[in-house]
């Protein structure tokens, strides 16, 4: 069963939002860094069969659901916020990050690599992507809040501005319709997409175990990144998931769980 345990969305300088599963045992817990416009709560089903064995600390990232907005959305920043997190819950977890989760998740082992047992990068590669989602958040402010009053009425809107019908339910499981608002700060992250799409240069290497988890339909992760990825990860492991794609946690998410559990386990 998942636990809010501080909901201090909006508030500078408080630790991220934390979703909590299962109990502590002596294995480190799991903490589960989600992908831009998503949530803690979107990972509830991989979070809850995961803690089966361990305490799982799904988290909603900065400028997401009920954690602090803030004006910085680089890497070190969402960094920090994990370690924040990591050093509340006993000063060790492995750490499964998604997409611009995973990028924390990397700068998280690069710039903390103390904080971190093992490592789940799941379909993002440390680089720079030529591509942007800031048709997105266009999408999400064009949606007129005042005719929405269940979710569907925002997938209709989403749907009529060509919005896939997956990401329709994905996006608005992020809308408070009561509050009329979106539980995302679309300001900033658009002002800061170059850096969510970037990857800063680091002069670090992270010696511990970690494994490059994609998606075997995605191409966010190609051959050309390996060099790169074994030079800031010297032990990486790569594997795919046949069938999915860049969502591979929601798409595959009985083969996403055993891929992860038999690395943490092993």
């Not at 002596?26 to 949530?39: E, F, N, Q, T, W």
């Not at 709560?41 to 602090?68: K, P």
Request: aromatic content about 8%; charged content about 20%.
């Amino acid at each position: 069963m998942g636990l809010v345990v501080s909901v201090l969305g909006g508030y500078h300088g408080a630790m991220l939002n934390t979703i909590l599963h299962g109990e502590p045992t002596d294995k480190p817990p799991v903490l589960i860094a989600h992908g831009l416009y998503g949530s803690a709560r979107n990972w509830g089903v991989i979070a809850r069969r995961l803690a089966d064995e361990r305490q799982v600390i799904a988290v909603d990232m900065r400028n997401h659901a009920y954690s602090m907005w803030t004006d910085q959305h680089s890497y070190p920043d969402l960094a920090g916020d994990l370690a924040e997190v990591i050093e509340h819950f006993g000063g060790c977890a492995d750490v499964v990050g998604h997409s611009m989760g995973g990028k924390a998740a990397m700068m998280l082992a690069l710039q903390h690599g103390d904080l971190v047992r093992k490592l789940v990068v799941a379909d993002i590669a440390p680089v720079a992507y030529s591509h942007s989602q800031i048709q997105f958040i266009e999408a999400m402010r064009s949606v007129d809040l005042t005719k929405v009053e269940r979710r569907s009425d925002a997938s209709e809107q989403l749907a009529a501005l060509n919005v896939d019908k997956s990401l329709q339910s994905f996006f608005t499981q992020s809308l408070d319709i009561k509050g009329q608002r979106w539980l995302l700060n679309l300001d900033v992250l658009a002002a800061e997409m170059p850096k969510i799409m970037g990857f800063p240069q680091v002069d670090a290497s992270w010696q511990g175990s970690a494994l490059f988890l994609s998606g075997a339909e995605s191409d966010y992760v190609l051959p050309q990144h390996r060099d790169l990825i074994r030079a800031l990860f010297p032990a990486a492991k790569f594997a795919k998931i046949p069938g999915a794609g860049h969502w591979l946690h929601a798409e595959k998410p009985r083969e996403f769980e055993a891929a992860v559990r038999a690395f943490l386990n092993a």
